[in-house]
């Protein structure tokens, strides 16, 4: 443990530290994982960058990890299975598995585009991952999640004013070890995973780890001129390779290479599947039938690689250096307006329901890298005073192609922009920890940051309808912030923490130019966003219990916002004068018995954007829009929708409510254990959109998963059988908003068995 600490850069000296908000924590494991001595596994993150008790974390940090995550990976699910499992967490995607879109508190963005600028960080050991097509790559061989709620300004690379999500890969170790696990179910799923550690030498270790998920196509299309005639499968391949050289307790250095191809279904788009004037799926739906006349496909490519020094300096000092590089091709197609022909070619001759017109498009990124370094100097000796100070610098350059064709002319080519962008950011930021007693703890950070982008975009062929281009549009941003967070803890007792929390945050300006149906750059300001936070965490029983809980309040001035969709199926960056959240959040954990678990925990999020003077396009197809000036439009006639005023609408894909359940149980049986888990994620009705509308509100959407394993010799085995999304629940998770009433599906229900082999 001491050489993983060591090359993640990590003092072996416990340190307390005020981030925000309620440490919200989902914990699995094995029964002995669970339970010593009958009481609850510690917790320990790295969320300042230390590792230590999440107790002694005042800050909205959950953690995922163990079992749980061998779970809800179990059917083939991608990085969205993470939606709903810790408080405040959504992750959505009109991609599919290629492009995952993160809400934290309400605050994410619906933006499609694949330059979209997300307050969500991701970064995976130690590497923020900007591009959303990075963050999408699969979880295998993890040690543990982190998602930290609230600004993130002071310790991380990127400034992330909503959260950051973190991953942490198993780090190599010093003893010859390892897994295997395959899975076969629904859809012929077939899913293999499994790692190697190889001791090299005394002082180098070797870590191989890789995954392979794949499944049949399981929607079949109706259009027997279709040319794809099956859709929503996929094979998606990972592999991990890290190198560990520890010549002595002074030097580490941890090198990192990671690959990801990705062949598959883009998102499957579905004509009319939502009944006018209600949010219900018309009668009759068939989630595994489509009648459609587009192409459909994904290709993902993805290849980077960190090296991650430490040198201790002595005088109690450490100097840490993490060197990021990312590139990543791709290329996602589907039949947007989701079904076949247009209401000018005549009767019979379109459909499902009412199609104003073909749609058929692509996006691409031809070219992308990204390179990020990291220097941190921090304090390695114990005492009332920790402190740390860093420098980072960000460079990423990026290529987007934007394809239209015509499904009724041959899905043949007949529009095409491109984008170029690059972008570059400086940060210097630093962090006290000050013990004033053993009750009281302080902390305090400071980050400046400095960010510039560069664009242009051009329109090579001028698809139907579009307007005569007059040229490349060019954009070019350049701003700087200094933000920063306080907070305070105080021990009430040995096992119980209280805190406090103010801390701000900021994203610098994006810039949006998808030029195939319109000649207009958009350009977003500066968001800055301020959060309060209050909260409590304990330990109870002795031991045998957990609970955590907190409020929170945050305003955003000049907000991003996305409009997209409309009449033109448009990308519009607008800013929101401001946006007011508020919420309370908590987190229970209780060992009934040594072989009984149960935790529970949820989330009450309420946003507003407050901006009387703002207006987006409402939907192109015909929706029922719940703004008093507008009325609705009649969708046979074609006709669309104008602005509409979203002041007092909550965030898009900002469920008010969420839940997670667990329960776990362990018995003794035939020279082994049998497991049996069930895990329940529920989240409230949410808006696809910035604007409300009936037909465009997600109703809301419970999913349940069961899983039985037995556990044998000594725990070297096990054999599962797994059921996900028990009920086989279906709801319209998004929609496209400029032609029909378009929608798409969550994943329907999937089963099957499993095996795992550790040595």
């Known amino acids: 443990m001491s050489a993983v600490r060591t090359a993640l850069g990590l003092p072996t000296v416990p340190v307390h530290h005020a981030l925000a908000a309620a440490a919200l924590v989902l914990l699995s494991g094995s029964a002995a994982a669970q339970a010593s001595g009958g009481q609850l596994q510690t917790i320990t993150v790295t969320a300042e960058r230390r590792l230590e008790n999440i107790r002694d974390v005042p800050s909205s940090v959950s953690a995922l990890q163990g079992e749980m995550l061998e779970v809800l990976n179990s059917g083939g699910q991608d990085i969205r299975l993470l939606a709903g499992r810790v408080p405040s967490l959504n992750i959505e995607s009109s991609f599919g598995r290629a492009f995952p879109r993160f809400y934290i508190r309400g605050i994410g963005n619906t933006d499609f585009d694949l330059n979209a600028s997300q307050p969500v960080s991701l970064v995976y050991d130690d590497v923020v991952q900007e591009n959303p097509i990075l963050k999408g790559f699969p979880i295998f061989d993890m040690e543990r999640i982190e998602v930290l709620n609230g600004p993130q300004g002071t310790l991380f690379g990127r400034n992330s004013p909503a959260g950051v999500v973190k991953f942490e890969s198993v780090k190599p170790g010093k003893k010859f070890e390892g897994y295997a696990l395959a899975s076969l179910g629904r859809f012929t799923a077939l899913n293999v995973e499994g790692a190697v550690n190889v001791p090299l030498s005394p002082t180098v270790s070797l870590r191989v780890a890789a995954q392979s998920q794949n499944r049949d196509d399981w929607v079949k299309n109706a259009n027997a001129a279709g040319p794809t005639r099956e859709l929503e499968g996929y094979n998606d391949n990972a592999a991990r390779v890290q190198l560990l050289w520890s010549p002595s307790k002074d030097f580490s250095a941890l090198a990192n290479l990671h690959t990801r191809d990705l062949k598959g279904s883009a998102r499957v788009f579905r004509a009319n599947i939502i009944q006018p004037g209600t949010n219900n799926l018309v009668a009759g739906f068939d989630e595994r039938t489509v009648t459609q006349d587009g192409i459909n496909s994904q290709d993902v490519k993805n290849t980077g690689g960190s090296l991650r020094l430490r040198w201790d300096m002595g005088n109690g000092m450490a100097l840490n250096s993490i060197t990021g590089y990312e590139t990543v091709e791709s290329l996602s197609r589907g039949d947007i307006d989701g079904g076949f022909g247009a209401s000018f070619l005549g009767a019979g001759n379109f459909g499902p329901g009412f199609i104003p017109f073909d749609a058929e498009s692509a996006d691409g990124m031809p070219k992308h890298k990204q390179f990020t370094q990291e220097l941190r100097l921090e304090s390695t000796t114990a005492g009332a005073l920790q402190w740390l100070a860093g420098l980072y610098y960000f460079d990423e350059q990026l290529k987007i192609d934007s394809f239209n064709y015509s499904s009724i002319g041959g899905n043949t080519l007949n529009g095409l922009a491109r984008q170029d962008q690059d972008n570059k950011a400086y940060a210097l930021f630093g962090s006290v920890n000050l013990e004033v007693s053993p009750q009281l703890k302080l902390r305090g950070g400071l980050r400046y940051t400095k960010d510039e982008k560069d664009f242009y975009a051009d329109r090579l062929i001028a698809p139907p309808f579009s307007p005569t281009f007059i040229g490349r549009r060019t954009a070019e941003t350049s701003a700087t912030n200094t933000s920063g967070d306080f907070s305070v803890t105080y021990a009430l007792d040995k096992t119980t ?96 018995t040594e072989n009984l678990l149960f935790t529970l925990g949820g989330s009450v999020n309420k946003t507003k954007i407050k901006d009387p003077g703002l207006r987006v396009d409402a939907c192109g197809s015909g929706c029922t829009v719940n703004d008093p000036i507008t009325a609705p439009i009649d969708p046979s006639i074609g006709k669309f929708a104008p602005t509409v005023s979203i002041d007092g609408n909550p965030l898009p894909q900002a469920p008010k409510t969420t839940l997670n359940f667990t329960a776990r149980y362990s018995m003794p049986v035939a020279g082994g254990d049998l497991v049996l888990l069930t895990d329940v994620v529920y989240r409230s009705k949410i808006n696809f959109f910035l604007y409300e509308s009936t037909e465009f509100t997600g109703k809301a959407l419970t999913e349940v998963g069961v899983r039985a394993g037995y556990n044998f010799g000594n725990g070297k085995y096990e054999a599962a059988a797994f059921v996900r999304n028990l009920a086989d629940t279906i709801r319209v998770v998004g929609g496209i908003d400029f032609n029909n009433l378009t929608g798409f599906i969550n994943e329907p229900r999937t089963f099957g068995v499993s095996f795992k082999a550790n040595f």
């Open 497 to 592: 923490n209280v805190y406090g929390r103010v801390a701000t945050g900021f994203r610098a300006p994006a810039i949006q130019g998808r030029l195939l149906f319109g000649d207009t750059l958009s350009v977003a300001k500066s968001e800055k966003v301020t959060s309060y936070e209050a909260g409590v965490k304990a330990d109870l029983m002795n031991g045998r219990a957990r609970v955590s809980a907190a409020i929170f309040n945050y305003t955003i001035k000049d907000q991003q916002l996305t409009a997209v969709g409309g009449a033109a199926n448009f990308n519009q960056l607008v800013n929101a004068a401001k946006t007011a959240g508020q919420g309370f959040e908590f987190n229970t954990q209780w060992l009934a």
